[in-house]
Nanobody
Framework: EVQLVESGGGSVQAGGSLRISCSIS????????LAWFRQKDGKEREVVGG???????LYSDSVKGHWTVSRDPEKNILYLQMSDLQPEDTAMYYC???????????????????WGQGTQVTVST
């Protein structure tokens, strides 16, 4: 069974940085797409970025060049390094995974079958 557990959220001042983590179990050596989504109050869940376990990394236009998605395959941890955080980045951040043969766009949260419980990131002025 695939399980995802996020950690590392918290409060940070505008302009600051934060790294959140997602501990992943159950994917073995299979090719998965692992992603970070966020959901702001009253808004739909949106993708931040993600990576194929055997391939490339993708980012949404809003964070490309500023934030980094990475993975430690030995520890089975997915990271999201966030820099220059702003109040509009305040959201619940979720780790998600979809497995081999899963269809749909990597942007589309409805195509992901596995989710963590989320970790809150709050950015204050």
């Amino acid at each position: 069974e695939v399980q995802l557990v996020e950690s590392g959220g918290g409060s940070v001042q505008a302009g600051g940085s934060l790294r959140i983590s997602c501990s992943i179990s159950g994917i073995g050596d299979r090719s998965f797409f692992l992603a970070w989504f966020r959901q702001k109050d009253g808004k739909e869940r949106e993708v931040v970025g993600g990576l194929y376990t055997h391939g490339r990394t993708l980012y949404s236009d809003s964070v490309k060049g500023h934030w980094t998605v990475s993975r430690d395959p030995e520890k089975n941890i997915l990271y999201l390094q966030m820099s220059d955080l702003q109040p509009e980045d305040t959201a619940m951040y979720y780790c998600a995974a979809k497995g081999p043969g899963s269809g749909g766009s990597w942007h589309d949260w409805t195509t992901f079958g596995y989710w963590g419980q989320g970790t809150q990131v709050t950015v204050s002025t």
